[in-house]
């Protein structure tokens, strides 16, 4: 088993008098966490997976009372997508107030349905953990380095899905199972989607526009309604693990762009699938925009998994000058610049540093990206 970079940060928190909530998308690999948590623990363990309909009217509406004979003599309770429990928050705020030696874990795969169902009535009762599929971290923990710089143009054509990674031979069908079983079932059973095909076009319209400013107005118009529709479908994609969003980087110049939007993939695995295209690299014409979406996101997961928190914004001008990636973090920016040929002319552009003096800027290629995505 590829060890998770939570694990550790997980197992140093159980017993703490907290109920810990891992949410992330289906298949990247939350129940073999549990499974791996459960194999190292001390004491007895309960295990209720909510996706069996008679395990969820036991966690609904229940007593303090009916919660002890339901535990027993266990000691670790470990609930399995818990948002499928009707006041789940409730429940596990009964558990913590009231069995002060069991640790409970729940697992969720819909950020909307569990947040909403937890957050209240878990105020202060609560460690938070997310899961993505496998990072270059990760990956890079359980083989090599150069291993995995090897498996690069894969890793950009097939993303990071355990069933993906496990079962290469198998890229293709998985992620297309994948995308139209578990993808459009989260997101569909959301109660704000009422047009599957609709929501299948914006998902096809974004996969197209990747490393691209997008318009909500603009994409509207292509796939056939509004913006205020567009907008509420991208919020439910966000909760739901597929996509997240850049937003643009303004402070000093009056021609920056102000209030435009990047939307980046979790996995590279599910754009490709989304547009079903497993093309290689070399027969390619979208080569940097499948590298932009993988640095991205995958820098997005190492700063995640070390708990270093940053403002993640794009920059670009009326005229077309633009730096790809900026984070800001400490009171400093740090500015990147991406291109998947190492030879290729590239630098921040001039109007950038001297509009912000003592930024800390590079150029990330196929060549040195590793220091970029695996810290």
């Not at 009707?86 to 069995?99: H, S, Y």
């Not at 318009?215 to 997240?244: A, M, Q, W």
């Not at 002319?345 to 800027?361: E, L, V, W």
Request: hydrophobic share 40%.
């Amino acid at each position: 088993m590829i060890k998770r970079a939570i694990y550790d940060q997980i197992i140093s928190n159980l017993f703490k008098g907290k109920a810990i909530i891992i949410t992330g998308p289906r298949q990247v690999g939350k129940t073999t966490l549990l499974q791996a948590i459960m194999a190292q623990a001390e004491g007895k363990v309960l295990y209720l997976n909510c996706d069996e309909p008679d395990i969820r009217p036991m966690l609904t509406s229940v007593s303090s009372t009916s919660l002890k004979a339901l535990i027993g003599d266990n000691t670790l309770v470990l609930i399995d997508e818990a948002q499928r429990v009707k006041n789940i928050g409730l429940t596990l705020k009964l558990l913590v107030d009231n069995f002060k030696d069991i640790q409970v874990i729940a697992t969720g795969s819909s950020a909307l349905e569990l947040a909403n169902e937890i957050n209240e009535p878990l105020t202060g009762r609560k460690r938070e953990y997310h899961l993505y599929p496998f990072s270059t971290k990760e990956m890079v923990t359980n083989t090599t380095v150069l291993q995995e710089t090897r498996l690069l143009e894969q890793r950009m054509i097939y993303g990071f899905y355990p069933d993906i990674v496990n079962s290469p031979a198998d890229a293709q069908a998985n992620l297309l199972e994948l995308t139209n079983n578990y993808l459009f079932k989260d997101v569909l059973s959301l109660q704000d989607v009422r047009k599957p095909a609709l929501l299948e076009r914006l998902l096809v319209a974004l996969a197209l526009q990747v490393g691209s400013e997008i318009s909500y107005n603009e994409i509207g118009k292509t796939i056939g309604t509004d913006n205020k529709t567009v907008d509420r479908y991208i919020e439910l994609l966000e909760k739901c693990f597929v996509v997240f969003q850049v937003g643009g980087f303004s402070r000093n110049l009056r021609n920056e762009i102000k209030k435009g939007k990047k939307i980046y993939f979790y996995d590279n695995g599910i754009r490709n699938a989304l547009i079903k295209n497993f093309s290689p690299l070399e027969l390619r014409q979208d080569i940097g925009s499948l590298f932009e979406n993988f640095l991205v996101s995958e820098r997005m997961k190492a700063n995640h998994y070390r708990n270093h928190y940053v403002n993640t914004y794009f920059w670009r001008t009326h005229q077309q000058q633009e730096v790809d990636l900026i984070e800001e973090s400490g009171g400093k920016l740090y500015a990147w610049e991406f291109k998947w040929n190492e030879k290729a002319k590239a630098k921040i552009p001039q109007a950038f540093m001297d509009a912000y003096p003592g930024s800390i800027t590079n150029v990330m290629n196929r060549t040195n990206y590793m220091e970029f995505v695996n810290i």
